[in-house]
């Protein structure tokens, strides 16, 4: 007879059994019925079989105007099979699966609910047999959630799905980031990285914030307010435009705003683009000083009789550039009249939506009081802070819809007296103050239960962790934005779909399925065969080259290959000539060129070089995302800014110049050697190591030197404007730093 304790423990172990066998572990986790012990073989796949009955179907539910077919999204799809798995199959369409495919279609979009029991469109049924992988959606939005689940799976489990079944459905309808673009601009190919970074982990809404300042000090005078570093990021040629913005480089023309957003909605992501007034003005006041409410210059004084038109024209200008069903004017931070703020705010909804059928959102700024003229409750609000608002109590009893930003997970980039550099992941898996376990997107208050609605509350939209540039442009480079997010969007993600990831859970998951994500490498990483043999990543010398011929149409022409000495095969080419000691000399004429543009942290560059004569502003090695220059001192230009150290390099003299990127840290050592001696093995030379720095201006009152990390630049080494002559005897990139 079985003991009460022997009882127990085997009930438990077929608890245990039950609770791991009804949900797969991802990111988010998805609730999974098993059939059986058996598993399909992703290799078994043959092809990709769209349901011909609904290829050409949309979405026309969702937050995109811009929805991808179900067509569309099987080519995506496609693609991230052979990226990220190495499945080389076909894609056709027919009105049912066939062996050994998977088969995509639509079904029934009443089955799938969020919290509130609303119907979503991003919902799926994922049926997984041993004849093949049936993904049927609510909408091909759905569907394209199903895939995300299929690659996790297969990546997780080595290619051996488990058979069985799948009915998943986010909790909440917006999910997702916003990035501040205002004051650090951000190239597109970037942003859309970023977009197929977040959509691997179901998040589904990218908000840009577009128009900003610096935090206008009341130190600084109405000249110094009137230079101060503020942007308007979206460039138009409208005479109606022309002086709101004055920096057509570093902004996004129609077409750039318009691929920003075609590629990030064939993920499943939509952009909601912002416009902030009538606060953090401070780039419309400069290009209309006239419109300033008294002496701060970053707040629009609403009451005069130009500003609203003004906001009118602007919007008007940029409307048809946007493809999402709500827009953001900003409205955070107005220390005016709250009835004029609401005013304001009430005029652009009405207008906005008249002009283009769309709704808008601010900032929780004036809650809703019986003196005031209330804001409209067709306009949902974006709660960040509780010395702003209770969003519960203002918003939701109000019956306004909001969306939960609040400052729990802000990240300000680089430095802040009150907010982290990367998301506070640990507090999403700790963040209900009602049983102490897991936060999700209806949580506004992480110590307060009874600030909080239910979890079912209709008016909670979901959640966007934002992340600010207070300290402007010069303070990080572009893939600093990425690593304060890197493991905070998935964690988030989790979360903010309905998932309920442990901590540990979420720790082996996310490792397992870093390398794999699709549609980017915001890591710039470079796969190396043998990285438990050997750190070494690239090798050359200049006495190991072959000769290498082009072909096209109209010519030939000839180039030498360099021998790469890793394991790797990387082999380079040039064009340079040899010197009688058979190095490579190099000037502006000719160049050495590797396979790759960057390398991402942990990384030493070593370079055997002999400087003869130096121009002005010369470039030794130049990159995708940096360029290794003398200005005369040692320099890193990287996202428009100049980081220098103190010091430069001898001229006429063979040296080991080495680049550190460690951690988020960069730094350069200079050594004299000779043409015979190898190249130092990483982190054997005793050469000083002198750090990059960024230098923040803190509003106006101090400096404040901070750590950056800089990406290796790999692509070229002289050529046309590098501004330098001399020889390149060998060049090494290792893992090690």
């Not at 349901?51 to 099987?74: C, M, N, Y």
């Not at 005029?347 to 709704?359: V, W």
């Not at 979420?506 to 470079?526: T, V």
Request: aromatic share 12%; with cysteine.
């Amino acid at each position: 007879m079985m003991s009460h304790y022997s009882c127990f423990m085997w009930l438990a172990t077929l608890l245990n059994a039950v609770l791991v066998t009804s949900r797969l572990v991802g990111i988010p986790t998805v609730p999974f019925t098993v059939s059986g012990n058996q598993t399909y073989s992703i290799t078994e796949l043959k092809g990709i079989v769209v349901d011909s009955k609904f290829a050409d179907s949309r979405d026309e539910t969702g937050q995109t105007l811009i929805p991808p077919s179900l067509q569309e999204f099987a080519e995506t799809f496609l693609d991230d099979l052979y990226d990220t798995l190495d499945l080389d199959i076909d894609i056709s369409t027919a009105d049912e699966p066939t062996p050994d495919t998977i088969f995509l279609t639509l079904g029934d979009p009443s089955k799938y609910s969020t919290a509130s029991g609303a119907q979503t469109s991003e919902g799926y049924t994922l049926s997984i047999n041993s004849s093949g992988i049936v993904i049927s959606g609510a909408s091909p939005l759905g569907v394209w959630w199903g895939t995300r689940t299929v690659l996790q799976q297969a990546i997780l489990s080595n290619g051996s799905l488990l058979l069985g079944e799948a009915d998943d459905a986010p909790g909440w309808k917006t999910r997702g980031m916003m990035l501040d673009a205002a004051r650090h601009y951000y190239p597109p190919d970037f942003l859309i990285e970023l977009c197929s970074y977040m959509s691997f982990f179901k998040q589904n809404t990218f908000q840009l914030h577009l128009s900003d300042n610096l935090y206008d000090n009341k130190i600084y005078t109405r000249e110094q307010s009137l230079e101060l570093y503020a942007r308007f990021r979206l460039w138009s040629d409208s005479e109606e435009l022309e002086g709101l913005n004055k920096h057509k480089n570093e902004s996004y023309t129609k077409e750039q705003f318009e691929d920003i957003q075609s590629a990030c909605a064939s993920r499943g992501v939509t952009i909601i683009p912002e416009i902030e007034a009538p606060g953090h003005a401070l780039v419309i006041v400069q290009w209309k000083p006239e419109l300033a409410l008294g002496t701060d210059l970053s707040l629009l004084n609403i009451s005069h009789p130009e500003t609203i038109p003004t906001m009118k024209t602007i919007w008007g200008t940029f409307l048809d550039w946007f493809h999402s069903k709500t827009v953001h004017i900003g409205a955070d931070e107005y220390t005016g009249d709250p009835n004029e703020y609401n005013r304001f705010v009430n005029e652009m909804a009405d207008y906005i939506y008249q002009e283009s059928g769309k709704s808008i959102r601010i900032w929780g700024t004036f809650p809703p009081k019986p003196e005031y003229n209330n804001i409209d409750r067709n306009v949902s609000v974006q709660h960040w802070a509780f010395f702003e608002d209770n969003p519960y109590h203002d918003y939701i009893l109000n019956n306004y819809s909001v969306l939960n930003s609040d400052d729990t997970y802000y990240v300000v980039t680089k430095y802040s007296a009150s907010y982290p550099q990367v998301v506070n992941v640990a507090r999403t898996f700790n963040g209900n103050p009602a049983t102490g376990g897991m936060w999700q997107p209806y949580i506004f208050d992480t110590k307060v239960a009874s600030n909080n609605p239910e979890k079912s509350n209709s008016l909670v939209l979901g959640a966007i962790t934002p992340q600010w540039n207070d300290y402007g442009a010069n303070a990080s480079v572009f893939s600093e934005a990425y690593y304060a997010w890197k493991d905070g969007i998935p964690a988030l993600g989790d979360k903010q779909w309905g998932g309920d990831l442990s901590e540990s859970e979420f720790s082996s998951a996310f490792s397992a399925l870093l390398s794999f994500i699709p549609g980017q490498n915001l890591d710039r990483a470079i796969p190396s065969v043998s990285p438990n043999i050997s750190s070494t990543i690239l090798n050359y010398t200049s006495g190991s080259t072959f000769e290498k011929s082009h072909y096209a149409a109209l010519a030939t022409w000839r180039d030498v290959g360099v021998i790469d000495h890793s394991l790797n095969g990387y082999d380079a080419s040039t064009d340079c000539p040899l010197t009688a000691d058979s190095t490579f000399n190099i000037s502006s004429s000719c160049s050495f060129r590797t396979p790759f543009a960057s390398k991402g942290r942990d990384y030493t560059l070593s370079l055997k070089i002999l400087v003869d004569e130096i121009g002005k502003d010369a470039t030794l090695i130049t990159g995708g995302d940096s360029k290794l220059m003398l200005t005369p001192n040692l320099t890193l230009f990287a996202s428009g800014n100049y980081y220098r150290l103190n010091s430069g390099i001898p001229v006429g003299k063979w040296i080991n110049l080495s680049l550190i990127g460690r951690g988020n840290q960069t730094f350069a050592s200079v050594q004299e050697t000779t043409l015979d001696e190898p190249l130092p093995k990483p982190g054997s030379t005793s050469a000083t190591e002198e750090e990059f720095l960024a230098i923040l201006g803190i509003n106006g009152v101090s400096l404040l030197p901070a750590r950056i990390a800089i990406e290796a630049p790999l692509q070229q080494i002289g050529g046309e404007d590098s501004g330098w002559t001399g020889q390149l005897a060998a060049m090494e990139l290792s893992s090690v730093a």
